[in-house]
């Protein structure tokens, strides 16, 4: 299938991502993703769901994937919404046409498979890259979460 | 496709996690284990060992030294060595034994000489004529000598004893074959009773006043030591005395590992010379017993009967008393091996096809035919299983005392296993008083308990007396040295410089006869974590997932089809080209008929089929070995040079059983050949199994 031959990469560490890949806030993330495979996939997108990581036996995450996933949303969509001023993950997409795709991960967007954030085309063989970044909502204390962000 | 993302907000004042190290009293709770010996299985044990032994048995197991000679007048040997038989014409007798066989009948044996017939077995009424016969370990002989018929006093005499060796389980019973006025017959065992006895309430004639004098009788009378009999009919009669009267040590009658067991004493009276002085030694607490429902007749329940024959029993006691006439009823109740009650007979009429408690058993009736009162013999209309466990509730006629103080059993009582305990009389007891009284010994010969509390002519000899030291105890002191002079033997019993002259009786040791290498032992130990097969049912339906374990399906779970396949297995005999009737296009149709419309079914057709092996270790020889896959098969081994073209018939065979193989010799080396087998069972030639190929040493 596909799907299954794309590959992250992190740029600045010019690694194949394998292990959960650590963003701090405040902090924009440049990952890679390439199309090993020998399809060419269309219509891709990207969203977000709960972890399936709980984290290592050092470094575990201190919420259930659930609520990582909620309260994610919950951020994004108050900051999306002008309820507070910064709060949530924002991504970077590149698209078919034009520059790329700014936008929070919110309820109505990113959120599931349904409302996935458009991604561009990629050809067999053909890669591309976007960034992460995780704003710090007012009033949140220091924290892990865990995420899983799909491309599909 | 998934990226997994770890989000740290504020990294900064982020702190990692910590270790703290909280000190912890860890309290360890462990079910307590219990090793134990059971006889079943129960729910929630773990069966680890299976142990068979000999049963233990009070016969086998319990070492009894008879110390009863050292009165002489006591002496079993003394009375059969003095007390010959006497014949008097009179109606008076003397001797110095208490129990005596006495008869007015006679009969004259092949020699001509005149001889006395102790017993007499009662024929039914009506009886025209009778023969007295005797089964030895199967063979039947009639019996001539011995035996005197008298039709007229319906009565047979003889000398004969019904006879069980419980050791050796040799018997032999007699029987009583008759015939009756109306024609019909019967046959009954022996049951020899003395011909004259000691009278009773029940022989006064109760017009007169008198002795009944129509069947032998006496009265006896104590007369300073000695016995005086008055027979109520003159004439001649044979005496002699009998060991009844001694006082003596019986085994006791239980048995079994789980019956208690309760040594018994003759209710004897022995008058004699003993330390210097005449001294009676009796029990008068023979007269204290529960006798029910009098004097002397004791009722006793869930007595063991040991089988004789299928159809003959013998109570474990030796005698009982049943006359169902007078109310005295004989109870039999068989078990199987699980201890389940499967039949129920009794001598009551009343009884008969009632319910036995609440079991669906029912009483049967007329099944006891017949008994022998002296040796406790009962005989059946019905065969008794070997595997059957008998248990009797009868009354018997009490000649001995059952001492019921001290249980002789080593399961019940664990000090029998290392001390031995001492039985003695004190002579002269008054009436109410204990004569008969125990000492436990320890193994270093130091006595350790005594029975002996103050009665009416002797003193306590416990080691205290109204909770105040006794410094006439003998807890302390040895029973017996050769050394030393303050023993319990020399102060105390017959044959010793003393007043007490006890008699010891008896002294009981528990002796194990068991060897370690005559037990059975089988590991019953089963692979642990496991779920008990019959709960298995249960756990699923609490736990589900248990199905999908190692406890279920097995650590990979069970096999379900992705995306609705099915793989439907289907015996390739059904085609027609292998004997069949169906085509492929049907056997699809027909299975696939009921599948759901959503699932792929996928028809595998199995035959049996061999894995071929192949090796080439000598240049030109390859080895073929395959595999046996059943009775009656005929293995066709092909080998061809390229597998897409045509193979080539090497070898076939029938084999019984085992691995089958061949050699290919002459083979060029470094070439590469292909072999394969086919299995053809019934003349239908299965399809081949896998080829293998090799290269030619």
């Not at chain 2, 009998?242 to 239980?254: C, Y």
């Not at chain 2, 299983?385 to 009582?413: F, H, S």
């Amino acid at each position: 299938m596909g799907l299954e031959d794309l590959v992250f990469e992190d740029v600045a560490e010019a690694e194949v991502i394998f292990d959960p890949l650590r963003i701090q806030s405040a902090v924009s993330r440049t990952v890679r993703v390439t199309n090993q495979g020998e399809d060419d996939l269309h219509g891709l997108g990207m969203y977000l769901q709960s972890g399936t990581s709980l984290g290592d036996l050092d470094a575990p995450a201190d919420n259930p994937p659930e609520t990582d996933y909620q309260d994610l949303l919950t951020w994004g969509t108050k900051t999306d919404g002008g309820v507070t001023l910064a709060g949530g993950m924002k991504l970077t997409l590149p698209q078919n046409i034009g520059a790329n795709q700014v936008s929070y991960i919110t309820r109505t967007a990113g959120a599931t498979a349904r409302n996935k954030l458009p991604f561009k085309d990629l050809a067999a063989g053909e890669s591309a890259e976007f960034s992460i970044l995780l704003e710090t909502p007012s009033g949140v204390t220091s924290r892990r979460l865990y995420i899983n962000l799909t491309l599909e | 496709m998934n990226l997994v993302l770890e989000l740290i907000i504020d990294n900064l004042e982020y702190v990692s996690p910590q270790t703290l190290v909280l000190p912890m009293r860890i309290h360890v709770h462990k079910h307590v284990e219990q090793f134990a010996y059971q006889r079943h299985v129960r729910p929630g044990s773990v069966p680890l060992a299976y142990l068979e032994n000999e049963a233990l048995d009070s016969r086998r197991n319990l070492l009894v030294v008879d110390r009863s000679y050292l009165v002489p007048e006591n002496s079993r040997r003394v009375l059969e060595s003095r007390g010959q038989q006497d014949r008097v014409n009179s109606t008076a007798y003397t001797s110095s034994y208490k129990e005596i066989a006495a008869t007015n009948r006679t009969y004259v044996d092949a020699g001509g000489r005149r001889r006395p017939l102790f017993y007499r077995h009662e024929l039914p009424d009506g009886v025209t004529e009778c023969t007295v016969h005797r089964i030895k370990n199967g063979n039947r002989i009639q019996v001539e000598a011995g035996v005197d018929i008298d039709i007229s006093t319906q009565s047979v005499y003889t000398n004969h004893l019904n006879h069980y060796d419980e050791e050796t389980g040799a018997y032999s019973v007699y029987f009583v074959q008759y015939s009756l006025q109306d024609g019909t017959g019967g046959r009954d065992i022996l049951n020899p009773q003395p011909v004259a006895r000691e009278a009773g309430w029940e022989d006064i004639d109760l017009s007169t006043g008198e002795m009944i004098d129509t069947y032998p009788l006496y009265t006896r009378t104590s007369n300073n030591g000695t016995w005086s009999f008055h027979f109520n009919m003159g004439g001649n009669w044979y005496i002699r005395p009998v060991a009844a009267g001694l006082l003596q040590a019986r085994r006791p009658s239980g048995r079994d590992p789980d019956e208690p067991w309760y040594i018994r004493f003759t209710n004897g009276d022995v008058s004699g010379i003993a330390n210097d002085q005449t001294r009676r030694y009796w029990v008068p607490e023979f007269d204290e017993q529960p006798f029910l429902p009098y004097k002397p007749l004791v009722f006793s329940t869930a007595n063991k009967f040991l089988q004789v024959s299928r159809k003959v029993l013998v109570a474990t006691r030796g005698t009982i008393e049943v006359d169902p006439d007078a109310g005295l009823h004989l109870d039999l109740e068989a078990y199987d091996a699980d201890g389940v009650l499967v039949r129920a007979f009794t001598t009551d009429q009343s009884k008969a096809d009632t319910r036995y408690s609440n079991t669906s058993i029912y009483w049967e009736a007329g099944v006891i035919d017949s008994w022998d009162s002296g040796s406790g013999m009962v005989f059946m209309n019905t065969h008794i299983l070997r595997q059957w466990t008998v248990r009797g509730n009868y009354y018997y006629r009490a000649d001995d005392l059952e001492y019921t103080a001290v249980n002789l059993n080593p399961l019940i009582n664990p000090r029998v296993r290392d001390s031995m305990y001492v039985f003695y009389c004190i002579p002269g007891t008054a009436i109410g008083d204990q004569a008969i009284h125990h000492l436990l010994v320890s193994h270093d010969g130091v006595i350790l308990e005594c029975s002996q509390t103050a009665g009416a002519t002797y003193p306590s000899l416990q080691l205290l007396d109204d909770d105040v030291y006794n410094p006439g105890t003998v807890i302390g002191m040895k029973y017996w040295s050769e050394i030393d002079q303050n023993t319990f033997t020399r102060l105390y019993t017959v044959g010793f410089d003393n007043t007490n002259a006890y008699l010891v009786l008896a002294e009981v040791s528990f002796a194990d006869r068991s060897l370690v290498e005559n037990q059975e032992y089988v590991d019953v130990r089963q692979r642990g974590e496991a779920l008990d097969p019959d709960e298995r049912a249960a756990a699923y339906a609490s736990n589900y997932r248990l199905l999908q374990s190692r406890y279920g399906y097995g650590e990979d779970g069970q096999e379900i089809p992705e995306n609705g396949v099915m793989i439907l297995d289907v015996p390739i005999t059904v085609l027609e080209e292998y004997g069949g009737d169906l085509q492929d296009q049907q056997v699809q149709q027909a299975v696939r008929r009921h599948m759901p419309s959503a699932g792929y079914g996928v028809v595998r057709y199995t035959y049996p089929q061999s894995v071929l092996q192949a090796e080439s270790f000598t240049p030109g020889i390859v080895d073929l070995t395959w595999t046996w896959e059943g009775p009656g098969l005929q293995y066709v081994l092909d080998y061809s040079n390229n597998p897409e073209d045509a193979w080539t018939e090497l070898y076939d065979v029938t084999p019984s059983r085992g691995e089958v193989s061949y050699q290919h010799q002459d083979l060029v080396s470094g070439s590469a050949l292909y072999y394969r087998v086919s299995i053809v069972e019934n003349e239908i030639r299965y399809p081949a199994s896998d080829w293998v190929s090799i290269r030619v040493r």
